[in-house]
């Protein structure tokens, strides 16, 4: 049986970083990453047999836990039937269409292999549909890593935005304008000054890239009162949000609060594909066919609406429509914050937390941050240590201050109450 570190050293020989995604190597926390073998319901086990409650559910999709019976059923036969076919298949069928069941905004929808490649995507097409080619979008959201969007702020609102990544070229990003998030001085400006060349707004409607910050109602509606007004599409980002934080996705949590509200375009990942290599994006009929084969706009995929993903999706999206699954697992992921809040109270520590649905954050400050600059500002060095006290008392939570976390159904009261028990020595120590 090899160790976790004999694994990182291997791993490091012939993958770079070791990973095959930076956040993994827990270059933010320090420490050896733990290799997985397997998982069952709540809990991961790593390379040396040890047990961790999950709270990262692969970032998201396992909103079931992990081994779900008729979720393994369904994946089973589908895979028996074959894996991939570069064919059109009835299951495609039917995810898009439970999936536009479920989310009203959206007439139709295309579905691809990652996030990262539907973010790309709906902004091609927005680009491609609105003839313009400005996009907004914000400082600590993340939509993937297509060129145009791994962008930061640039020196002014005057200037677009600076390449966050070598090998993305200046002129790559040249119209990709970076503002805060929250700050509606900021947008007004903005769109004053480039409204009419602006194709879209991306936004993570609940941001879970800079750990868990809510868009606030007056924000969003002002955000839909001018792109409206100026002609840009507003694309709602719920690769994280998405069958997460409600049945509807976030966009149902804002439609409550603002009449009327809808965005134009949606993205999605995760959750839709309960753990398989699925996401899509969509929107209004008019704009989505302006895709390739119907309009312009090219968008393609070996793998994509693959037989196998979409079992598992379909499988997934069908526990999750059960009654009563979202009431139990927002109380869960309450009763999780509730007790880490209460435990970091009595060690007398700054703490603060939010959730919504499955989804959570918490923060070492005094107040719940509105923007990156703010998540910054939070004690990393105390989140740090908290993250690796939590790791060996066998709780395992995302290894950076700037992700969220995510509960599953399958998390136990007792799970979630030795979660807590393990906070409280963790903030003891
Ligand atoms: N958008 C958001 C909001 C995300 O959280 C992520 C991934 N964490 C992505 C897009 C990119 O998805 P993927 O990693 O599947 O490419």
Redesign the pocket.
Known sequence: MSTNAQLFERAQRVIPGGVN?PVRAFRAVGGTPRFISRAQGPYIFDAEGKRYIDYIGS??PMILGHGHPEVLDAVQKAALEGFSFGAPTEREIELAEEILKLVPSMEQVRLVS??????MSAIRLARGATGRHKLIKFEG?????ADALLVKAGSGLATFGNPTSAGVPPEVVQHTLVLEYNNVAELEEAFQRHGADLACVMI?PI???MNFVRASIPFMTRLRELCTQHGALLVF?????GFRVALGSAQSLYAKAIPGFAPDMS?F??VIGGGM?L?AFGGKRAVMEKLAPLGPVYQAGTLSGNPVATACGLATLKQIQKPGFFEALSASTRTLVDGLNAAAKAAGVPFVVDCEGGMFGFFFGAALPQNYPAVMATDKERFNRFFHAMLDRGVYLAPALYEAGFVSAAHTAADIAATVEAAREAFKA
Request: net charge negative.
């Open positions: 995604s970032w998201g990652s996030g990262t490649e539907a973010a959201c993340y939509h993937g890593h993570e941001a879970g890239n980002d719920e690769v994280m949000t993205v990942g995760k290599p996401a």
